[in-house]
């Protein structure tokens, strides 16, 4: 068992090269050890163009924390009907000062959305990690595999 593990700047390089290489245009490099641990620790690399279909985490109600290490995203907020409510810009200079991150309660429709070419993120939120039951994705959001789901993203961006 390792007794560290180190962030730094070659591990962001080698998580790059697989988020490019991935459809998804991200990937994630996980601190803890497993689905079962609490909490979840990990880098989340988000590549120019990756779309993260807007979601909440609602049963299991489950907050979730993200920090900007480099780069900058939108992190963007819904109501039910998907009507945006907010937008954060995490790694861009805000009235008081740089807005290194975001913490979002259980039960908020958000998604995150690319600003540069690279974005690394350092997440937290709880476990276990359940698929069946990590995330519901609203019904008036593309799918990440849809069509439409590119548009979706760019028109997110450009509002």
């Known amino acids: 068992?390792?007794?560290v593990k180190l962030i730094s700047e070659s591990l962001f390089n080698t998580v790059t090269a697989l988020a490019e290489a991935s459809p998804r245009r991200r990937m994630n490099y996980n601190f803890h050890s497993g689905p079962a641990?609490?909490?979840h620790r990990f880098l989340n690399i988000l590549m120019l163009g990756t779309y993260i279909r807007p979601h909440r985490h609602f049963a299991p109600p489950k907050s979730?924390?993200?920090l900007v290490l480099e780069g900058m995203a939108d992190v963007i907020l819904f109501d039910d009907r998907g009507a945006?409510?907010?937008r954060h810009?995490?790694?861009a200079e805000s009235p008081e000062g740089r807005l290194w991150g975001i913490d979002i309660s259980p039960g908020v429709?958000?998604?995150i959305l690319a600003r540069t070419t690279r974005v690394v993120c350092f997440e937290v939120k709880p476990g276990p990690w359940?698929?069946?039951n990590d995330k519901e994705f609203a019904d008036w959001a593309p799918a990440e595999n849809d069509p439409g789901a590119a548009a979706?993203?760019?028109a997110l961006l450009d509002g």
């Open 1 to 3: 068992m390792t007794e």
């Open 37 to 39: 641990d609490n909490p």
């Open 64 to 66: 979730e924390c993200f």
């Open 84 to 86: 945006i409510t907010a």
């Open 89 to 91: 810009q995490l790694g």
């Open 109 to 111: 429709w958000h998604t």
């Open 130 to 132: 359940v698929a069946t």
């Open 152 to 154: 979706y993203c760019k």
